[in-house]
């Protein structure tokens, strides 16, 4: 799911970090952004601004930056350094259920993940492994490790957790749906998709339902092109619950998420079902947990 989103904002946010750092560097009297707030802020509401107004050229995108808004804001988001979570994920047709605690670099879109319990559908079991993104390439300690497959999942909590805020990506292109209704509740609908040849998986969608009252995301329709060489319109449709929001750090984020297949425009069968906790947008983020240790096993992407 997430390798689209991921892969093409990675540059991008790379050569951001890069820059700012070459300019700490070599200009003369330049503080960091932690002892000199007033640059950090000012070159926040910068960043800010372009995107609201990428986001204001479609209906859809306005709709996206109103859902952003309800979550806590763009400011916000930009202000976060990291997200950092407790993340259980299970699915009853691949017979997978694993947790993981999760820390990800929101400029840079490197992640590493502490896997705590692994196992099938209802019974996982404790565990003690690690698997990362590097911003390069994946790899899953230990090297006899199956699953999950840590190019697919070093990010994909993350995007479920993180929508509406990483749809304000570049990249990215947003499509306003004629409304429509979920359990008896009318909605208004944009869909968002990606520019052609971006990341591994551009083929994915993410059709939100935003409430049109508290512009909250109550759920959202995705695909997943990851591993498929599958058309868009080929792909079938699962239907994501977010639930049980809290407010961490100034973002309102889901803890709960419920997933059902999706035919005809109706929803199906239970499909999958997560959890998050422990949420934090704060805490410090150590890269040398992005090296691979010795008896890792390097994952690469579908050919």
Same mark, same amino acid.
Request: hydrophobic share 35%; proline share 8%; charged share 20%.
């Given at each position: ?58 209906? %859809?995108?306005?709709?996206?930056? $109103? /859902?952003?808004? =309800?979550?806590? !804001?763009?400011? @916000? &988001?930009?202000? *976060?350094? +990291? ?38 559908? %209802?019974?996982?079991?404790?565990? $003690? /492994?690690?698997? =990362?993104?590097? !911003?390069?390439? @994946? &790899?899953?300690? *230990?090297? +006899? ?38 359990? %008896? ?11 052609? !040849? ?60 419920? !997933? ?44």
């Amino acid at each position: 799911m997430y390798s689209a989103l991921f892969t093409f904002v990675l540059q991008p946010m790379r050569t951001f970090h890069a820059f700012s750092c070459a300019l700490l560097i070599v200009g003369a009297g330049c503080s960091s952004p932690d002892t000199d707030p007033e640059k950090a802020h000012s070159g926040e509401q910068q960043r800010v601004e372009r995107t609201t107004q990428r986001l204001e050229q479609s209906s %859809g995108g306005r709709l996206v930056l $109103d /859902a952003i808004e =309800a979550h806590g !804001g763009l400011a @916000a &988001w930009y202000r *976060a350094p +990291t997200s950092s979570y407790r993340w259980t994920y299970a699915n009853k047709g691949a017979n997978l259920q694993f947790t993981s605690f999760m820390m990800v670099n929101n400029q840079t879109r490197t992640a590493y993940h502490e896997l705590t319990a692994l196992g099938p559908y %209802g019974n996982p079991q404790p565990i $003690d /492994a690690r698997f =990362a993104w590097n !911003g390069t390439r @994946a &790899w899953i300690y *230990a090297d +006899t490790l199956q699953q999950p497959n840590p190019h697919f999942w070093a990010l994909t909590g993350f995007y479920f957790e993180q929508i509406p805020f990483v749809l304000a990506d570049p990249g990215l292109t947003y499509t306003r749906l004629p409304d429509d209704t979920l359990d %008896g509740v009318p909605y208004d609908m944009v869909k968002v998709g990606f520019t052609p !040849g971006v990341g591994d998986s551009p083929g994915d969608t993410y059709t939100l339902y935003v409430h049109p009252e508290t512009r909250r995301v109550d759920a959202i329709r995705y695909t997943v092109s990851y591993g498929r060489g599958a058309q868009p319109g080929d792909l079938p449709q699962t239907l994501f619950y977010y639930e049980d929001y809290i407010t961490v750090d100034g973002l309102t984020v889901p803890t709960h998420f419920r !997933g059902y297949t999706f035919q005809n425009g109706a929803r199906g069968a239970p499909k999958n079902e997560a959890w998050a906790d422990s949420i934090s947008f704060r805490r410090p983020f150590d890269p040398s947990k992005l090296e691979a240790p010795a008896g890792a096993r390097f994952v690469e992407p579908p050919a």
